[in-house]
Antibody, heavy 113, light 112 residues
């Protein structure tokens, strides 16, 4: 059964770094990529970036300078790190398989000033 | 980056009514492999998004066949033939042809 689960801190201070983990099961990270998507409260979906099955990455142009996505295939985990957080980074952060067919439940991250 | 323009932003429908949502791309979504990676997703209130349609017109497993997708190149449409109460929520188109991928701004479907 395919599952994705996001984990990480729910409250982060402004100017600090956000670290989130997406733990997957039911598929291999060497066969599928994983995408990070976020959604500020009351707003639409924003595509953040992808780590492809070969380990390459692509990022949202607006976030590229402060975002990195990595993985540990042996642990079936994908990691998101984003620095220099601001209050408008407050959002639900989701990970999803690259086909968009399976999504995690999301984690609500609040950036406090 | 590819810009997806979704219209209308809000849609109000009665049960049984058929509705359509448009998604227009700033550039062709036809990939060099011959496929067109335009997907439609539904986000019900308080839930994660779910995939409805992939590659323009392919119905995701388990999705009712009242949902259908059509289009090509830069113009795409999601149609719901006979809206049901469970269809309320936010609909998004998403392109996965050109990295970085992008979402449309969303269409909120309300039930009258």
């Amino acid at each position: 059964q395919v599952q994705l689960r996001e984990s990480g801190p729910v409250l982060v201070q402004a100017s600090e770094t956000l670290s989130l983990t997406c733990t997957v099961s039911g598929f291999s990270l060497t066969n599928f990529g994983v995408i990070w998507v976020r959604q500020p409260p009351g707003k639409g979906l924003e595509w953040m970036g992808i780590i492809w099955r070969n380990g390459n990455t692509d990022y949202n142009s607006a976030l590229k300078s402060r975002l990195s996505i990595n993985r540990d295939t042996s642990k079936s985990q994908v990691f998101l790190k984003m620095n220099s957080l601001q209050t408008d980074d407050t959002a639900i952060y989701y990970c999803t398989r690259d086909l968009g067919d399976y999504w995690g439940q999301g984690v609500m991250v609040t950036v406090s000033s | 980056d590819v810009v997806l323009t979704q219209t209308p932003p809000t849609l109000s429908a009665t049960i049984g009514q058929s509705v359509s949502i448009s998604c227009r791309s700033s550039q062709s979504l036809l990939d060099s492999d011959g496929d067109t990676y335009l997907n439609w997703l539904l986000q019900r209130p308080g839930q994660s998004p779910q995939l409805l349609i992939y590659s323009v017109s392919n119905l995701e497993s388990g999705v009712p066949n009242r949902f259908s997708g059509s289009g090509s190149e830069t113009d795409f449409t999601l149609k719901i033939s006979g809206v049901e109460a469970e269809d309320l929520g936010l609909y998004y188109c998403m392109q996965a042809t050109h990295a970085p991928f992008t979402f449309g701004s969303g269409t909120k479907l309300e039930i009258k």
